[in-house]
């Protein structure tokens, strides 16, 4: 799997968009990005992926450039809750019959929610 | 609709004992990951299972760590002879067999099971 490159610490305001950028350079043209985030003690929990396309949810949106070289993903309206670490994955999604298939965690960012 | 099951959620063991993680995975998946995240640190990859086979163990210690997923039953992760240095969080993960069309993995977590060896 390709790596990731995070900042570790970002600092928002509660009700603000919190930004969090994330730099793959060496994405293969298979690989997807996937972000998943854990709040303190607790087990991580999947936020979004995507291939190419932006992509939304319900938690967050992913963009991802044309080059696929960075993404960002956007928490519309963070609020306490959302402060945990964030973690940007790239991977394989396609299961091929053999090998690795976890998610391979790097340090992530640690995203601190203000009042 | 249950999600990932752990337990025990916190197990204390005195060095030279046995401990035994159980996860139960989300219905209808029959991938089974194990992480462990020592205190202060992230998540690192032990191993890889489906039912009644180690696909990936790469991340395993070479000694003192077995895992299991039987046909029956939860996933067994299992650490004989503690010792101080296995204290950390242990975290089960599931998925899907991710279909041809999908094209995309997602891992469900457990809350985790909390191991302390005095």
């Known amino acids: 799997d390709a790596k990731t490159t995070q900042p570790p610490s970002m600092d928002c305001a509660e009700g603000r968009a919190a930004n969090l950028p994330c730099n793959h350079s060496t994405i293969s043209g298979n690989e997807y990005v996937y972000w998943y985030r854990q709040i303190h003690s607790q087990g991580p929990q999947y936020i979004i992926h995507g291939l190419k396309n932006n992509e939304t949810n319900e938690m967050a949106s992913l963009i991802i450039t044309e080059d696929r070289k960075s993404s960002t993903l956007i928490l519309p309206h963070a609020t306490l809750r959302d402060t945990a670490v964030y973690y940007c994955i790239v991977r394989v999604a396609m299961y091929s019959g053999g090998g690795a298939d976890g998610l391979t965690f790097g340090k992530g960012t640690h995203l601190i929610i203000q009042p | 609709n249950a999600g990932v099951m752990q337990n025990p959620r916190h197990l204390v063991r005195r060095r030279g004992q046995e401990a035994r993680l159980r996860c139960s995975p989300m219905k209808g998946h029959s991938h089974v990951y194990w992480y462990r995240q020592l205190p202060e640190e992230g998540l690192k990859f032990m191993v890889y299972?489906?039912?009644?086979?180690?696909?990936?163990e790469s991340g395993m210690p070479k000694e003192r760590f077995s895992a299991e997923f039987p046909k029956e039953g939860p996933s067994i992760l299992r650490i004989q002879q503690v010792v101080r240095g296995d204290s950390a969080a242990y975290f089960c993960?599931?998925?899907?067999?991710?279909?041809?069309?999908?094209?995309?993995?997602?891992?469900?977590f457990g809350a985790g099971s909390r191991l302390t060896v005095l």
């Open positions: 993960a599931s998925s899907l067999i991710p279909g041809q069309s999908s094209g995309a993995n997602v891992l469900t």
């Open positions: 299972l489906q039912k009644e086979n180690i696909i990936d």
